[in-house]
C-alpha cells in the first residue's frame, strides 16, 4: 500500500478512504472516471490535518459538494476529491451557521422550522454550503452571497475568517475562484418570518423546479452573459433543442441543460457544450462562458 494511502486510511478511517472511486457516482451529471483517492472527512480537525499534509507533500486535492456543478472527465482525477462529512447548523437570533458540507437544503429548512426569511429562494438547489457559496448559487434574482456574512476558510494550513466583502461575490462568482481556500462553514443573516409564509414561498419556488429536467444535468451549462441574453431561449430559436452526441443532449425542456439520457460520456457533453458554444457564437457573437466547473484531465 502506498505511504499516502496509509496516511489517509490513518487519519480519516479505513472505511472513509476509497481508491479509483468512479466520480459518476459522485457528481449529478453522473460522469466521470476515477479518482486515484476519494476520502469522506468528519471533522475540521481531521481536514486541517489532512489539508496541511497534502499540500506539504504538493499532492493534488480537490474538494467536491454534492458535485452538483461539476462536470469530471473520463480520465478521472490523479489526486485526493475531499469530501466533507460535517453538516452541523445552529441558530443565534436571525444568524444561523452552517457546516460547509450541510446540504443547503437542509439550511433552507431548518430557516422555515426556525422562522426565519431569506432563504427560500433556494429551496430545491442541489448544493452543500461550500459549494453553494463557492458559486454564489442563485435564483430568482437572489444569490447565497447576499446573506453570507462571514465565513470560515482554511488558507494554507490556517483558518481564518472572511468577511462578505472580502468574498467578493458576484454573479456566480466568488474570490475563492481566484485565491483557493477550503469553506468550512458559514453565517447567514436572515430575518424573522412567520412560518408558513416561508413555507408557502418554498413550495412556489418547488414547483416551478418540478418544470426542469430531471434527467442527471448540472443544471445550467453557461452564465447568463447579461441580464436581456437568456441562453436557453437563444438554443432553442437556434433550433439546438434536443442536439445530442452520444448519450448527451441539450434538454428540450430548457436549452441551457445538457443532460445525461443515461449512458453520456463527459467527453458527449464536451461535445455537445462546444457545439452549443459555437453555433451560439456564429450566429449572435456572444462567446458563451460556461457556468461548471471542470475536474481532471481534459484535452
Ligand atoms: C438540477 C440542478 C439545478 C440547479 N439549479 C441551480 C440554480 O438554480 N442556481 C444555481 O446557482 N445553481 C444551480 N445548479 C448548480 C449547482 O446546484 C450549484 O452550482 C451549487 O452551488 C453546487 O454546489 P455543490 O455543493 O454541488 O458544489 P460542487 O458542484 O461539488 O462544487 C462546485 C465548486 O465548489 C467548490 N467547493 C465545494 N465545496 C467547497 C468547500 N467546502 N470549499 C471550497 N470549495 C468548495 C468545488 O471545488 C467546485 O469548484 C443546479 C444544478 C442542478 C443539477
Redesign the pocket.
Known sequence: MELLENYLRHICGTEKVKVNEPLARWT?FRVGGPARYLVLVEDKAVLVRLIKALEYVEYPY?????????LASDAGYDGVVIK?NFNKIEQNDVFIYAD??AKLGAVVNYARDHGLAGLAWAAG????V???I??N???YDHCLGEITVMVDVLVHGEIKTLTQQQMEFGY?HSV?MEQP????GAYFRLEHGDKTEIENQMQVVIAK?RR??HAP????VFKCPRTDFYVGKVVESLGLSGYTVGGAMVSPQHCNFIVNTGNATCEDILQVLYHVQDTVEKHTGVLLEP?I?FLGKFE
Open positions: 449529478t480537490f474538494v467536491l459538494g454534492l458535485g452538483a456543478n461539476v466533507l460547509a458540507g438547489i442541489p448544493a452543500t461550500g459549494g453553494g463557492y458559486m448559487c442563485g435564483a456566480r475563492f481556500a477550503v469553506i468550512l423546479r426542469q429536467p444535468s448540472a443544471g445550467s457556468e466547473i
